[in-house]
């Protein structure tokens, strides 16, 4: 069929429509979310795919779809991982049906991602097979490799991936697809009712299929040993595999682990003595080392490699040999470039109103998280998603004076992923705290996929839409208020009002993503000449809007005239069309 050059996310999306896989569920997460997007081009009729409220129901449902027969995958963040760990875990015991295979991006440097973690433990922990791959070729490989080991070894497979296995580019070749008879659906609560009694059964088998994947791994064609200089032999896996190679090339010998767990024990002591120096060089944590020396090896490997971020070649090549790799240096420091919310961005005027009110601000993961940055400054929180419910909860009952000085924030997809039983527990434990839902109409940081909440499926179709006010209600929040966020002084009004309000209550803060293609802008502003220099309009940090030679300018190409920089401005300096 021929070759193309595809990111690591299109070629594993690639794998499962080769695979024959049915059904794909998963909740958008950096660096993940390009596997799910990519998957949805392909025909529906044979792979159905589509964006679950998060990675729990995602999970679940491809669970589901292999419990019936059919190949299922979901994919998503590494943080992801931990909210879809219970479905993981007990599907461990289950077994399969049909080939299931959970893809998981760890995001080594913490690109996008509020903490650094490293998933392998997951597979230890649920004790499931778990493959690395290092390149998109790999990636598409690995992918359906991962269905015929799950079906032969009756176990979930994680595929493990990170930023830069993910958003990297290679040559894959494509293939057809092959489609796999799912036969007929057959009861056996034994092996599917994970009750006690049928659970206690299911341990002892996870332990045999255990020392099984471990013979497999001996031997399997995903481990590989190159031997070149014998001087220096580095074990390694995934990205990191490629960042040795970078470093020394056929200067040194390595044995490649595609399978991260189990590991074996048999290949790594061959390749150790091979080599005259042993090392490890694995991102995050230790634990290809830490195998090592249980098996009576002394490889060199945190003691010279760090734990936090991504590696690089230059970098291993210094910590094994100290030779530094000359790079230019600048006379004068570069400006840092950080991440800043868009013009026209609904959450703008929002931070600015209640950092001039000066309340408390729990957070929650999105765009609007940006609201921590200067010069807004508003957030004090973010933790993980849902978290800017249910966190307020408890701060507001460890602190009654704060019940009028606290809020807060989550968005219309972070809601649907984990606010709402935040939401409920608010409503039912009874704590005067407000909630500001910024519905943007989309799932911004991640790209613009689809939710519950805007109506529209992952291939754009119509379908049923949360009604976020009605659910508020619902759920015993009596008092839910809809506001523009651009219109300042309404957003203050009712911010006052219903922090002040003696019971729960939701404000919905309702305006479109300015990048959406379906938004509609107005012509962009400009500046009069009755501009005095004051730098009101600056405090808002809007990207369209800068500031030289004592007066403010727009920068037409991005300003989409949402107006608030003319509500800060006292002095009606700004206003009208731009004037080229």
Known sequence: MGKKLMLGNHAVARGLYEAGVRVVSSYPGTPSTEITIHAAGFEREKMWVEWS??????????????????????????????????????????????????????????????????????????????????????????TKLAFEISEQFDTPVLLRLST????????????????????DYKKDAEKYVMMPTYARAKHPKVEERTLKLIEYAETSPLNKIEINNPEIGIITSGTTYQFSKE?????????????VNPLPTQLILDFASKVKKLYVAEELDDIIETHCRKIGL?????????????????????????????????????????PILCAGCSHRSVFYVLKKLGVM????????????????????????????????HGFNKARKDYENRAIGVVGDSTFIHNGITG??????NRTNSTILIVDNSTTGMTGHQNNPANGHDIYGDFTAKVDLEMLCKSVGINRVVVIEPSDMA?????????????????????????????????????????????????????????????????NSTLCVGCGVCTQMCKVGAIGGEHED
């Not at 830069?164 to 036969?183: I, K, L, N, P, Y």
């Open 53 to 142: 409220p998060n990675e729990k129901v995602g999970a679940e449902v491809a669970i589901g779809a292999s419990i019936a027969g059919a190949r299922a995958f979901s994919g998503m963040k590494h943080v992801g991982l931990n909210v879809a760990a219970d479905p993981l875990y007990t599907a461990s015991y289950t077994g399969v049906n049909g080939g299931l295979v959970f893809a998981v991006a760890d995001d080594m440097g913490m690109h996008s991602s509020q903490n650094e973690q490293d998933s392998r433990h997951h597979a230890i922990a649920a004790k499931v097979p778990m493959l690395e791959p290092s390149s998109a070729h790999e990636c598409k490989e690995f």
């Open 164 to 183: 830069r296995t993910s958003h990297s580019q290679g040559v894959v070749e494509e293939q057809e697809r092959v489609e796999r008879d799912m036969g």
């Open 247 to 259: 470093a020394f090339g056929n200067d040194a010998s390595y044995l490649k682990l595609g399978i």
């Open 298 to 338: 002394s490889p060199l490997g945190k003691e010279i490699f760090t734990y936090v971020g991504e590696y690089s070649g230059p970098y291993i090549r210094e910590k094994i040999t100290g030779e530094k790799t000359p790079y230019l240096e600048f006379g004068e420091p570069i400006p840092v470039r950080p």
């Open 361 to 392: 601000v729990n957070g929650d993961i999105g765009c609007y998280t940006l609201g921590a940055t200067p010069p807004l400054s508003a957030m004090d929180t973010c933790i993980c998603m849902g978290a800017g419910v249910s966190a307020l």
């Open 423 to 428: 939401l409920i527990n608010i409503a039912y």
């Open 490 to 554: 309404q957003t203050e009004r009712v911010l006052k009002q219903e922090l002040d309000a003696n019971e729960p209550s939701v404000i919905i803060a309702r305006m479109p993503c300015a990048l959406l293609k379906t938004t509609k802008h107005k012509a962009a502003l400009s500046v009069n000449e009755k501009c005095n220099g004051c730098k009101m309009c600056m405090r808002i940090g809007c990207p369209a809007l800068t500031f030289a030679d004592n007066k403010a300018k727009v």
